[in-house]
């Protein structure tokens, strides 16, 4: 089975820096998402990590270590449209269909 | 850019009766999944599709619950006999074929109330 963890909720200003954690214990491991989900909107894609290390994308970045079944979030230059709910997802390792696994996700909200 | 769609964004029926909910995957895709998200819980993965057939489901998906692709396009979830706790948003999502591409691409969602 899976189990991931993500804190349930964090504020943050704007302007400044946010790291939001998932930690994951699983039967088989085959990628990382982060996902991004404004309230009443479908989940749009952030991140996709596989490998041990960190992955860049413009002000969102994100960090693997499998060994540690650990993962994090980083957002900088906080803007008040980064106010949502952050979904990490792990894609078990061997099952046809890639299905994911989300966490409870972890609703950020940034302040002025 | 290319999108997964949903129809309707809201359906209510009455507890029994039976719903299908629609969706257009993005045309070059090839895997198709539906998702559920009950109001304030986390999102639980129901069935994946691929090549006609089912490749997973979980134990949400139970034999009230059916998957279709009708023809090239839809891609449809019914739900037989429907009861309160399936109340939901209902996503679709799709993915293209590939070995270095996971992302899936999620729709806007259905809302089902079960009244």
Not at chain 1, 14 to 21: D, H, K, L, M, R
């Amino acid at each position: 089975g899976q189990n991931i963890d993500q804190p349930t909720e964090m504020t943050a200003t704007e302007g400044a820096i946010v790291q939001i954690n998932c930690t994951y214990q699983t039967s088989g491991f085959n990628g990382l998402f982060w996902y991004q989900q404004h309230a009443g909107e479908a989940p749009t894609f952030l991140s996709y990590n596989v490998l041990d290390g960190l992955e860049e994308k413009g002000r969102f970045s994100s960090f693997l270590s499998r060994s540690k079944g650990y993962s994090y979030l980083l957002l900088k230059e906080l803007q008040m449209k980064d106010s949502a709910s952050y979904l990490c997802a792990v894609r078990d390792k061997g099952n046809a269909g890639n299905m994911l696994t989300f966490g409870g996700g972890t609703r950020l909200m940034v302040k002025p | 850019e290319p999108e997964v769609t949903q129809t309707p964004s809201h359906q209510v029926t009455q507890m029994g009766q039976e719903v299908i909910l629609r969706c257009v995957p993005i045309s070059n895709h090839l895997y198709f999944y539906w998702y559920r998200q009950i109001l304030g819980q986390k999102v639980e993965f129901l069935v994946s599709f691929y090549n006609n057939e089912i490749s997973e489901k979980s134990e949400i998906f139970d034999d009230q619950f059916s998957v279709e692709r009708p023809d090239g396009s839809n891609f449809t979830l019914k739900i037989r006999s429907t009861k309160l706790e399936d109340s939901a948003m209902y996503f679709c999502a799709s993915r293209e074929d590939s070995s270095t591409s996971y992302e899936q691409y999620f729709g806007p969602g259905t809302r089902l109330t079960v009244t």
